[in-house]
């Protein structure tokens, strides 16, 4: 009997010591509080991205006259995208039925109808070790800014109608088989490819920002551009809503553990280091340029810090970030300003220059980065190899979002019209559309 419990009492303390048999004693098959506590935090935080943050953050970048319906948009899509993801966009972005992995089938590329209004959800569902209700609310909230951010590239001239048409056709047809593609686990086509994408470099800012350059190609540019000037009317709503975007993005980037743990952590100390660095690069960059620094510059440079750490905040270390925000800062600046002067494109808020450049460059730098080797802490082997992988997940995004972006605004166009006519964009959107005014000076 002696023998038999100091025999038991070892194999306790073996287990304790040893991580990986602790870890796989005590593998979680309950919610956890502390984790459930985080995910419910990190999910009002990225809710507050996009509203006020997105919505200041390009409400103070156009002219008085269209504010209004900048915020309009923002708020609208935040409602119509809530009530989609209720009725199929959960289910068809994460349903894993029919999901086999190394099987190339539909579902490879789109989840099925069966959580179709959230069939099966119940207040102890799980995923992972978080009720499932907080991860389809967490995911929900991407799904709200991705379509979101694409405004600013047609900002100040689109129809309100064909907004909310564009928006729920884009949502359908493009995210979510990208964020399917990407994050739905094993069976899924780009995961399976070992595209790695932490918090969504390729689902969120790439798809958004290439759909963006589309629409300001095909609704064409704001009359009077580049000729008649049209700066920013409120550049203090403009760093509220940046600065707001900033805490925001620690619940996307941090909140994409789907726990309070280490890589929480350092998805979070990551996403700081790359901010600023991007700020700072963007801030340098634009004062040996332009002689001077400007407030729209350095925000704007946080945001690409933002926007390029995005797939790698759980891998990467944080030389590695600094090294990325650097970069984007750099990049995107010409990016925003040569680059679209060069070609002559009215990306009105810079969302290709901004979201698809520094999403792309992050994306490609992610598996370098990921490397022990660079100071990361994933398993990538081969750093080219790698490098690789994210190029093809980059190039299939590029192509995915232009192609089936330029079908969805062409068919619009051809039933409804995109762009409000002369005479209601030259009195602005806020009183042409809504009969409003953010305005009212006595």
Known sequence: MRFELKTSLAFIGLL??????????????????GDTAWMLTATALVLLMTLPGLALFYGGMV????????????????????????VYGYSLAFSTEGMQAGVTNLHSFIGGFDRAFLAGLKPDSRYQTVPESVFVMFQLTFAIITPALIIGAFAERMKFSALLWFSGLWLTIVYLPVAHMVWSGPGSFLGDLGVLDFAGGTVVHINA??????????????RGYPNVPMPPHNLGYTVMGASLLWLGWFGFNAGSAVAANGSAGMAMLVTQIATAAAALGWLATEWIVHGRPSVLGIVSGAVAGL???????????????????????????????????????????????????????????TGPLASPKLG???????LFGQLWIQAKGVGFTVVWSAVLSLVILKVIDWTLGLRVDEEQEQVGLDLSLHEEKAYNLS
């Open 209 to 222: 920002g290439i759909a963006g350059l589309v629409a300001c190609l095909v609704i064409g540019k704001r």
């Open 63 to 86: 002219r008085a006259k269209n504010l209004l319906s900048v915020l309009m948009q923002c708020f609208a899509i935040t409602a119509m995208v809530s009530v989609l993801w209720m």
């Open 376 to 382: 990361g802490f994933g398993t990538v082997e081969s």
């Open 307 to 365: 926007v390029a750490v995005t797939p790698a905040a759980g891998t990467a270390g944080p030389g590695g970030a600094l090294m990325l925000g650097l970069i984007a800062g750099v990049v995107c600046f010409f990016s925003a300003t040569r680059l679209k002067h060069r070609f002559g494109y009215d990306d009105s808020l810079d969302v290709f220059g901004v979201h698809a450049i520094a999403g792309i460059l992050g994306a490609l730098l």
């Open 16 to 33: 304790a010591t040893s991580p990986a048999w602790a870890q796989a004693a005590i593998a979680p098959t309950h919610i956890d509080s």
